[in-house]
């Protein structure tokens, strides 16, 4: 499995990005993927996740409301719907792909993860 996360920029507060995590080897369509976060000098977080089927999502609280996770199998591809961005949401997002189909917020849950895409949120 070959996840690669994209989207990343720098937005002001209040703006929105939407982050893609495409799977090149196309074999995660069969298990829960998730996104992470780590912003500098802090542990890597639970962002948001989604069921194999795009039917079961997940959210940190900090997020909930305010992101949204989707899922396209048939592009092998998860998408993170971010909005009403701040500063705190500053960070490098990971996807991760789950052992199996339903996946939550631990991250030794996840078997696969890819390379980070940096998020900054200016004030």
């Known amino acids: 499995v070959q996840l690669q996360a994209s989207g990343g920029g720098l937005v002001q507060a209040g703006g929105s990005l939407r982050l893609s995590c495409k799977d090149s080897k196309r074999t995660f369509s069969n298990n829960a993927v998730g996104w992470f976060r780590q912003a500098p000098g802090k542990e890597r977080e639970f962002v948001a996740s989604?069921?194999?089927?795009?039917?079961?999502?997940n959210y940190a609280d900090s997020v909930r409301g305010r992101f949204t996770i989707s899922r396209d199998n048939a592009k092998s591809t998860v998408y993170l719907q971010m909005s009403s961005l701040n500063p705190e949401d500053t960070a490098v997002y990971y996807c991760?792909?789950?052992?199996?189909?339903?996946?939550?917020?631990?991250?030794?849950?996840?078997?696969?993860w890819g390379q980070g895409t940096l998020v900054t949120v200016s004030s």
């Open positions: 989604v069921s194999w089927r795009g039917g079961t999502t």
């Open positions: 991760a792909s789950a052992f199996g189909p339903y996946s939550g917020s631990s991250p030794e849950s996840y078997r696969y």
